[in-house]
């Protein structure tokens, strides 16, 4: 167990709906990451947030947008869903936000989106 | 646009074997490079390299980072059969303006270790 927590672990949607996907950190973590994984396009950086703030923004659409709350949290919010949104999202943590050498990342365990 | 590429896309060897997987990389104003492993979940992050630690070693894995040929090799010896899994690799870049530029992932190297 890593002690990053993602909720729901499946979500079974359909085509145009919106979704949240919620992410609460490792104790302590400052640094959350969001990654897409699907068969396709393999893993794919989201984006970073680091102490509530956008650190890094990867290939993430416009229809997806995150937030990272004050208790450390975040979610990942998914709207006008389409079939090609179906995959694994992944959060992952770390202290330091990849700002020290040292800094490790922590993956909970996934979110499933399955959109029909 | 950063780009990695990992070599070889797959790879089969006997328990005990040494094995050592690739990664280039192109990428703006190079930050770190970082290698995961991801069996049939979650990935595990295995190590960062930066311009001042380009050689990192935890038990039997280790990673050497090269500027100048602008690549990576991860190093397994003493292969097990849990090592089997599929090995990626990353690459984050600065924007001119300072901000970090994000991740980019290379297709992974899968790895089978044979009994």
């Known amino acids: 167990d890593s002690g990053v927590t993602q909720t729901p672990k499946h979500l079974i949607t359909a085509t145009g709906q919106r979704v949240t996907l919620r992410c609460s950190p490792r104790?302590?973590?400052?640094?959350v990451y969001w990654y897409q994984q699907s068969l396709d396009q393999g893993l794919q950086f989201l984006i970073q947030?680091?102490?509530?703030?956008?650190?890094a923004k990867g290939n993430i659409l416009e229809r997806f947008s995150a937030q990272q709350f004050p208790d450390l949290h975040s979610e990942l919010n998914l709207s006008s869903l389409e079939l090609g949104d179906s995959a694994l999202y992944f959060c992952?943590?770390?202290?330091?936000?990849?700002?020290?050498?040292?800094?490790?990342?922590?993956f909970g365990p996934g979110t499933r989106l399955t959109v029909l | 646009e950063d780009k990695v590429v990992q070599s070889p896309l797959s790879l089969v060897v006997h328990e005990g074997d040494t094995v050592t997987l690739n990664c280039s990389y192109e990428v703006t104003n190079f930050r770190s490079l970082l290698w995961y492993k991801q069996e049939k979940k979650a990935p595990t992050f295995l190590f960062m390299l930066t311009s001042s630690g380009i050689e990192k070693k935890s038990g039997r894995l280790s990673s050497i980072l090269d500027k100048k040929e602008l690549s990576s090799i991860l190093n397994i010896t003493a292969t097990q059969t849990g090592d089997s899994a599929i090995y990626l690799c990353a690459v984050e870049g600065w924007y001119s303006g300072g901000g970090a530029d994000g991740l980019t992932f290379g297709k992974g190297t899968h790895l089978i270790i044979q009994p």
């Open positions: 104790s302590g973590d400052l640094s």
């Open positions: 992952a943590s770390s202290v330091g936000g990849g700002y020290i050498d040292t800094d490790t990342q922590y």
């Open positions: 947030y680091y102490n509530g703030e956008e650190r």
